[in-house]
């Protein structure tokens, strides 16, 4: 469905591909809440369903910013345990962990007990997966540092976001595959009726509709699968 870029290898983040909406009540209480447990010293640990998630680099981009970060960084696929090492250099001052349950346990007790005081925005992603026991998967420190985990507000309980969310899928896909989809009135009708699973799931069939218009010679590559069932 969509590429994501690799992340830069110097202290800073690329413009996220998915945009961040928060016309919702639930998203603006939910990002005060992120934003209110920021400034008082936690760490943010957010679960939710995984094709939901898909927007928290958004998300960890706007907290930055309102906070007044200037040297955010995402940790890339695969390397969270360097990357939380690398961070007491002091040349980032917000950082993400997309698959923060990748994190070793000894690189957890450090992040609690290391010196990243500097670090004013810690944003630790964690998929709810059905495989996953997050119970398990944080240690008893980090959760102590975390407080109670962030749940995600699901896609289908943000009604008031999702014109916004399908126009800029609109957008994607006509960045992508030069397929003017909204000319088709009854389609996007359609598409604003329909439930959807999540975010993801949205994103996809939107991606998928347009590379159809578009020809087979079209392929759609994801980075984030659709989810099953």
Known sequence: ??????????????????????NSSIMHCFIEHCIYKARNGDYLAITGHPGDLIEVPALFAHLA???GLNRPYSAPAGLERS?????????WNALLIPQAGQLPIGTQEWMVEGDLHHIRLVVLSYP??????LSKTIRASLRRKCGDFLQYPTWDSRKEDHADGIASALRLAKKQYGTQICGDTDLVCELQEKSWKSLTHMLAVIMEIAMQMNGPRCVIQASHTTEQG
């Open 1 to 22: 469905m969509l590429r994501h870029s690799r992340p830069q290898t110097e202290a800073s983040i690329k413009t996220p591909i998915v945009p961040l909406i928060k």
């Open 65 to 67: 910013e309102t906070l």
């Open 83 to 91: 990357t939380v090492l690398k961070a007491a250099d002091e040349k």
């Open 128 to 133: 709810a997966n059905k495989n996953i026991d």
